[in-house]
C-alpha cells in the first residue's frame, strides 16, 4: 500500500505534525492507517445537500470499519436554481474550478491517501471529478441522490416546470399567481436533486457510469437507507483501493468516458453535461475531441424520456433499475473499464436487468433511433454548439426565422415579458459565455418563459451561454467562438435570418460574407463586466466551451 500521509507521520522530524493530528483526537495507534479526506458539501442553502451531515456519519462509519482514519472537510455548494436569472449565475459554473482547486489544495497540504467525494448538484460533482482525476489518489463519489416528487392533491410536481415554467404561464396570462403560489410550496418537498434529467442527476448518473460511484449512487433517492448503505459502502471500499493502489485515472479511462457519453446520448441528458466532461478528461489527460460527442450520438438510440422532455421522474429511473438498468440495455455497445466497486462494467451490465421495457426501454423500441444532444457547427458556430434535441419537436428540428439581438440575458426576459417576441423569431443571446458572461450563464428564465407561453413550437433561442438541463424547446447553447471573442454570433444584426437544421447538424447565418466582413472592421469587444475580484481573475483564464470552459495559465495557448 502507497501511503501518502507517511509524509506527516513518519520520522522523528514529524513530531509537530503528528501532534497536530493528535490534537483532532486520533490516537497514535492509527498513525499507520490509510487518512482519508471526506469532502463534503454540506449546506444548509442547497436543498440537493441538506441532508449530507448524516451521509457524512455513515462514510465515517465505514471508512473506521474499513482500517482508515476519516477526516471531514468542507466546500462551497451554489444552488443553480437560486442563483439562477440573476447576477449570482455569474458564479455557479466558475464554482466548478473553485472546488477542484479547494480539494486538490485539503488533499495535497493534509497528505492525504484517499478521498470519498460527498456532492450532488450541478457544479459541484463535475469539480470534484477533476480534483480526483488531477490528484490520482483513490477517490470514491457518492451523490446525495434525488429529490422525491412534489405532490398537489394527485398530481405529481418537480421544480422546473411547475415553478420556471409556471411563471411564463402566468405572464402569458394562462396560470393565476394564486396557481403559482400553490404550486411553489409543493414542487420541492425536500432534500434532494430537483427531479427530473436535469445536470445533477445527469453528472450523478454519469459519475456511476465512470465508474467512480458504487453501483445505484447515481439514482438512489435522498434520505433513503439505500443512500445511507451506499455510504457506508463508499467508506469501506475506498480504504480497498489505497490499500490496492487504484487511483482515480485508473478508473477514468478513455473507455470510461466514451460509456460515460453512450449513457448520456441514451437518457438524453443535460446539455451541461458535454462541458463538465470535456473538463474532467482535460484533467484526466484524456483527450476527448468535441466531436466524439456527435460521433457516438448518431450510433445510440434514446431509450430514456425522463422530464424535462417526457413524463417521467428520477424516482421511476431508479425504480427501473437506475445506471446498471441503462447499462444492461446497452451491454453491446458499451466498453469494459473497471470501476470503484470492483466489478466491471461489464459485470454490472450482466448482473443488474431492468424491472420494466417503458422507463428504461430495450434499444429495438427506442424513443428515437439516434442520442439525446447534438454538435451543430456552421458559419455562426465554427467551433460547435451543443442542442439538447430530446427536448425538441419534430415540428422545431428545421427551423429558419429572423434574428432579435440581445446583449444579456436581462435584456431577453424583459423582451418576453413584454410580450415583444412572437412566432418566427430566433432569440439571439450573446456576451454570456465562458469569458463574456463571464461564467455562461443558464438561461432557464429565458427558455422556461417561452415554453410557458406556448412559443416553445415557434420560436427558437440561440446563445454563446449554456442552459440548465431543465431547458426544452429548441434552444442552440455553447456557440463557439464567444462574442466576447470576436466569434461570429457577435456580428448577428436584428433581422438577419438564421437557419437550424438539427438533423443535418447546421447552424448557419445567412448573411453575405462581404457584409459579414465589413461588419467584422467595425466590431470591437467590450469591456468585460467584472474589472475586480474572482471573476476578472476567471475570465483572463477561461478558454472556450468548445474546449469545457477550463482555465489555463496567462502562458498558456487558449
Not at 410550496?185 to 453528472?203: F, K, R, V
Not at 423569431?425 to 463574456?436: H, Q
Not at 467584472?530 to 468548445?546: C, E, H, K, N, P
Request: aromatic share 4%; proline share 7%; charged share 25%.
Amino acid at each position: 500500500m502507497k501511503r501518502i500521509s507517511k509524509r506527516i507521520t513518519e520520522g522523528i522530524d514529524r513530531a509537530p505534525h503528528r501532534a497536530l493530528l493528535h490534537a483532532t483526537g486520533m490516537d497514535p495507534s492509527q498513525l499507520g492507517e490509510p487518512l482519508v479526506g471526506i469532502a463534503s458539501s454540506f449546506s444548509d442553502l442547497v436543498p440537493g445537500h441538506i441532508g449530507m451531515r448524516e451521509l457524512e456519519r455513515f462514510i465515517e462509519r465505514g471508512i473506521a470499519g474499513g482500517g482508515g482514519v476519516p477526516f471531514v472537510f468542507g466546500l462551497p455548494a451554489i444552488c443553480d436554481g437560486i442563483a439562477m436569472g440573476h447576477r449570482g449565475m455569474h458564479f455557479s459554473l466558475p464554482s466548478r474550478e473553485l472546488i477542484a482547486d479547494s480539494v486538490e489544495s485539503m488533499a495535497e497540504a493534509h497528505a492525504l491517501d484517499g478521498l470519498v467525494l460527498l456532492t450532488n448538484c450541478d457544479k459541484i460533482t463535475p469539480g470534484m471529478l477533476m480534483a480526483a482525476a488531477r490528484l490520482d489518489i483513490p477517490a470514491i463519489v457518492i451523490t446525495a441522490g434525488p429529490m422525491i416528487s412534489g405532490r398537489l392533491e394527485m398530481r405529481r410536481l418537480e421544480m422546473v416546470r411547475d415553478t420556471f415554467e409556471a411563471v411564463g404561464r402566468c405572464w402569458g396570462g394562462t396560470m393565476t399567481e394564486k396557481e403559482v403560489h400553490a404550486l411553489e410550496l409543493e414542487a420541492c418537498p425536500g432534500p434532494g436533486a430537483c427531479q427530473g434529467l436535469y445536470t445533477a442527476n445527469s453528472m450523478s448518473i454519469l459519475t456511476e457510469v465512470l465508474g467512480m460511484s458504487l453501483p445505484g449512487s447515481g439514482t438512489a433517492l435522498a434520505a433513503s437507507a439505500r443512500k445511507r448503505r451506499i455510504a457506508y459502502r463508499s467508506g469501506v471500499e475506498i480504504v480497498r483501493l489505497i490499500r490496492d493502489g487504484v487511483s482515480a485515472r485508473k478508473i477514468m479511462t478513455p473507455a470510461a468516458f466514451h460509456n460515460a457519453i453512450r449513457v448520456d446520448m441514451a437518457m438524453g441528458g443535460s446539455t451541461n453535461t458535454i462541458l463538465h466532461l470535456l473538463a474532467i478528461a482535460s484533467e484526466a489527460l484524456v483527450r476527448l475531441p468535441l466531436e466524439k460527442f456527435d460521433e457516438i450520438s448518431r450510433k445510440i438510440p434514446q431509450i430514456v424520456f425522463i422530464r424535462p422532455a417526457g413524463e417521467h421522474f428520477l424516482e421511476d429511473l431508479d425504480a427501473a433499475g437506475g445506471v446498471p438498468a441503462l447499462l444492461h440495455r446497452l451491454k453491446d455497445k458499451i466498453e469494459d473499464n473497471p470501476t470503484v466497486s470492483g466489478l466491471r462494467v461489464k459485470e454490472i451490465a450482466r448482473k443488474f436487468c431492468p424491472y420494466e421495457d417503458e422507463v428504461v426501454r430495450p434499444l429495438n423500441k427506442a424513443y428515437r433511433p439516434d442520442g439525446g444532444i447534438a454538435i451543430l457547427r456552421g458559419n455562426l458556430a465554427p467551433e460547435g454548439a451543443v442542442v439538447k434535441k430530446a427536448s425538441v419537436s419534430n415540428k422545431m428540428m428545421r427551423f429558419t426565422g429572423k434574428a432579435r439581438v440581445f446583449n444579456s440575458e436581462e435584456e431577453a426576459s424583459l423582451a418576453i415579458k413584454a410580450k415583444r417576441i412572437k412566432p418566427g423569431d430566433v432569440l439571439v443571446i450573446r456576451y454570456e459565455g465562458p469569458k463574456g458572461g463571464p461564467g455562461m450563464r443558464e438561461m432557464l428564465e429565458p427558455t422556461s418563459a417561452i415554453v410557458g407561453m406556448g412559443l416553445s413550437d415557434s420560436v427558437a433561442l440561440i446563445t454563446d451561454g449554456r442552459f440548465s438541463g431543465g431547458t426544452r424547446g429548441p434552444c442552440l447553447g455553447h456557440v463557439s467562438p464567444e462574442a466576447q471573442a470576436g466569434g461570429p454570433i457577435a456580428l448577428v444584426q436584428p433581422g438577419d435570418r438564421i437557419e437550424i437544421d438539427i438533423p443535418k447538424r447546421r447552424l448557419e447565418l445567412k448573411v453575405d460574407p462581404k457584409v459579414l466582413a465589413e461588419r467584422r472592421k467595425k466590431w470591437q469587444a467590450p469591456p468585460l463586466r467584472f474589472q475586480r475580484g474572482w471573476l476578472a481573475r476567471y475570465s483572463a483564464l477561461v478558454t472556450s466551451a468548445s474546449t469545457g470552459a477550463i482555465l489555463h495559465p496567462p502562458d498558456q495557448k487558449r
